[in-house]
C-alpha cells in the first residue's frame, strides 16, 4: 500500500495549510487515517485520527485549529491547518494499518 502526502510548505504564523494524503480507494474507505508529525530534533508525535466512518480525534495541543477529514470516494484524507505556529513546524505523516506515506514539509515562519 503506498501513501502519498502534499500539502506541505512555508507558512506565515496565523496562516492555514491543508495536507492531503491518497490511497488505492478500497483500502483507504475500510481503514482509519492518522497523522503525526516529527519536529526537528524531536520525537514523532501524534496530531489526529480519522476513523474510517469520520470520527475524528486530536492532540490536545491542535484541537480547535486543525481538522481532519476524509473522502472515501476519492481515497483522501485531510488534514486542515488553521491558526499555525512555528511550533508546528516539522514533517507531517499520515499512516493506515502500518503503511506510511512520505512525509510532507511545513514550515511556520515569519
Known amino acids: 500500500v503506498q501513501l502519498q502526502a502534499s500539502g506541505g510548505g512555508l507558512v506565515q504564523p496565523g496562516g492555514s495549510l491543508r495536507l492531503s494524503c491518497s490511497a488505492e480507494?478500497?483500502?483507504?474507505?475500510?481503514?482509519?487515517m492518522d497523522w503525526y508529525r516529527q519536529a526537528p530534533g524531536r520525537q514523532r508525535e501524534f496530531v489526529a485520527f480519522?476513523?474510517?466512518?469520520?470520527?475524528?480525534d486530536y492532540a490536545d495541543f491542535v484541537k480547535g485549529r486543525f481538522t481532519a477529514s476524509r473522502d472515501n470516494a476519492k481515497g483522501t484524507g485531510y488534514l486542515q491547518m488553521t491558526n499555525l505556529k512555528p511550533e508546528d513546524t516539522g514533517v507531517y505523516y499520515c499512516?493506515?494499518?502500518?503503511?506510511w506515506g512520505r512525509g510532507t514539509l511545513v514550515t511556520v515562519s515569519s
Open positions: 480519522a476513523t474510517s466512518s469520520g470520527t475524528t
Open positions: 480507494q478500497g483500502f483507504f474507505s475500510s481503514n482509519g
Open positions: 499512516t493506515m494499518r502500518g503503511h
